[in-house]
Every structure is written in structure tokens, then in C-alpha cells.
Nanobody
Framework: VQLQASGGGLVQAGGSLRLSCAAS????????VGWFRQAPGMEREFVAA????????YYAGSVKGRFTIPRDNAKNTVYLQMNNLKPEDTAVYHC?????????????????WGQGTQVTVSS
């Protein structure tokens, strides 16, 4: 499966962005999908994940209550809706797909990665 992330940009603190992760391949609905982010000089960190059915979602503590991860299997797309953005959310955001049907939170569980999209939040 090939993944294409988009929707990043520059936004003021308190604003919102919606990232999209579009997938090719007819079996996209069989994959769990996660979002990770990496700031300069930092390790890649887990942001959110959704199971292949969409019935389970997981969020990092730092984004819980502000971010959601809906998926539309008919459109082969998973989104990351980011509200009340903070400067510390600034990073390159990557989406990834996992064979594991539940929603893993570690990068090693994901076999497929899209290119990143830059999110910059100004104070």
C-alpha cells in the first residue's frame, strides 16, 4: 500500500488543521493507520492511531482531547483533525499503515510509511 500525506501548513496557536492520508490499494480497509510526528532533533513520536474497523482509536496524552483520527475506507483516507494547536505541535507529521488490525502505537509495528507533511504552529 502506498500512502500520501497532505494538509500541513502554517497556523497560529489555537487554530486548526486537518491532515489527510490517502492510500492506494484495494485492501486499505484491512490496515490500522497511525500518525506520528518528528520535530527537529527529536525522536519520532506517536500521535494517534485507528484500527482497521475504525472501532478503536488511541491518542498520545499530549494531543488527547484536541486531535481526532477519523477514517473513511470508502475514500481510502484517514484524517488527523487537529484543533487548538500549540507551538509544541510543530513537527513533520507522517502517516503509516500496519498489518496489525488493532492500532499499534510504536513505529516498528508499521510496515508502510508516507512522506511527511510539515505543520508549523506560531505563537
Amino acid at each position: 500500500v502506498q500512502l500520501q500525506a497532505s494538509g500541513g501548513g502554517l497556523v497560529q496557536a489555537g487554530g486548526s488543521l486537518r491532515l489527510s492520508c490517502a492510500a492506494s490499494g484495494r485492501t486499505f480497509s484491512s490496515y490500522a493507520v497511525g500518525w506520528f510526528r518528528q520535530a527537529p532533533g527529536m525522536e519520532r513520536e506517536f500521535v494517534a492511531a485507528i484500527s482497521w474497523t475504525g472501532s478503536s482509536t488511541y491518542y498520545a496524552g499530549s494531543v488527547k482531547g484536541r486531535f481526532t483520527i477519523p477514517r473513511d475506507n470508502a475514500k481510502n483516507t484517514v484524517y488527523l483533525q487537529m484543533n487548538n494547536l500549540k507551538p509544541e505541535d510543530t513537527a513533520v507529521y507522517h502517516c503509516a499503515a500496519s498489518y496489525r488490525g488493532f492500532a499499534p502505537t510504536t513505529p516498528a509495528e508499521y510496515a508502510y510509511w508516507g512522506q511527511g507533511t510539515q505543520v508549523t504552529v506560531s505563537s
